[in-house]
């Protein structure tokens, strides 16, 4: 069962646009959600996260807003860089098992200069 | 090292054959996990290691598969008579333990079963 969803396989927008990818879940014991962010060839990468306590998590280009009511996130990228083309992975844990994280599949974002 | 580091990055193999992917951790990270990545899908997590305890094997989708870690350090996932739809990338990842979910991952084995 996927637990964690990302329903856009991709995106692409304009070099100093605003990307927002997005994020569904279902379970609602995941309490800790973390966006990774993957470059071919390479594993991925963590980039931000966020707690079920905060609703918004902010470091630098990168935001991550949570709604919790809703079981939904979303990353925020301004102003967007071709260097952020790479598919990113949101997943989701419970701090209590933080071993069984889940992922989504992914979205590829393509930054056009 | 480092970084994780995973051998081989890439291999071919029959259907029926066995193979091992291996994975060598950042130095001190505790706590050891193995993924993988199937065409279209999400990461998967398959097992996990923490210390000397017991492995969490709960996402391991067979007993063709079977991994173990030894010293508390590399770790070897071994996949039996292989088939066709474990063609996957594996994914290594290791991390601290007490509050840090910054995973660092491996740059993966693509494994292809012809």
């Known amino acids: 069962d996927q637990q964690v969803k990302q329903n856009s396989p991709s995106l692409s927008v304009q070099e100093g646009r605003i990307s927002i990818l997005n994020c569904d879940y279902t379970?609602?014991?995941?309490?800790?959600f973390l966006w990774y962010k993957k470059y071919p060839a390479e594993g991925p990468t963590f980039l931000i996260s966020?707690?079920?306590?905060?609703d918004k998590n902010e470091d630098g280009r990168f935001t991550v807003f949570l709604n919790k009511s809703a079981k939904h996130l979303s990353l925020h990228i301004v102003p967007s860089q071709p260097g952020d083309s790479a598919v990113y992975f949101c997943?989701?844990?419970?701090?209590?098992?933080?071993?069984?994280?889940?992922f989504g599949a992914g979205t590829r974002l393509t930054v056009k200069p | 090292g480092a970084g994780v580091s995973q051998s081989p990055s890439n291999k071919v193999t029959e259907k029926g054959k066995d193979v091992e992917l291996r994975c060598d951790p950042i130095?001190?990270?505790?706590?050891l996990y193995w993924y993988r990545q199937s065409l279209g899908q999400g990461l998967e997590f398959l097992i996990y290691?923490?210390?000397?305890?017991?492995?969490?094997k709960s996402g391991l989708p067979s007993d063709r598969f079977s991994a173990e870690r030894t010293g508390g350090s590399v770790s070897t996932l071994t996949i039996q008579r292989t088939q066709q739809e474990d063609s996957a990338v594996y994914l290594c990842?290791?991390?601290?333990?007490?509050?840090?979910?910054?995973?660092?991952f491996g740059s993966g084995t693509r494994l292809t079963v012809v």
């Open positions: 966020i707690s079920s306590i905060k």
């Open positions: 997943a989701a844990s419970a701090l209590s098992n933080n071993n069984d994280m889940r």
């Open positions: 130095s001190g990270h505790t706590a």
């Open positions: 379970n609602s014991m995941f309490d800790y």
């Open positions: 990842a290791s991390s601290t333990t007490g509050g840090d979910y910054g995973y660092t």
């Open positions: 290691f923490q210390g000397n305890s017991a492995p969490d």
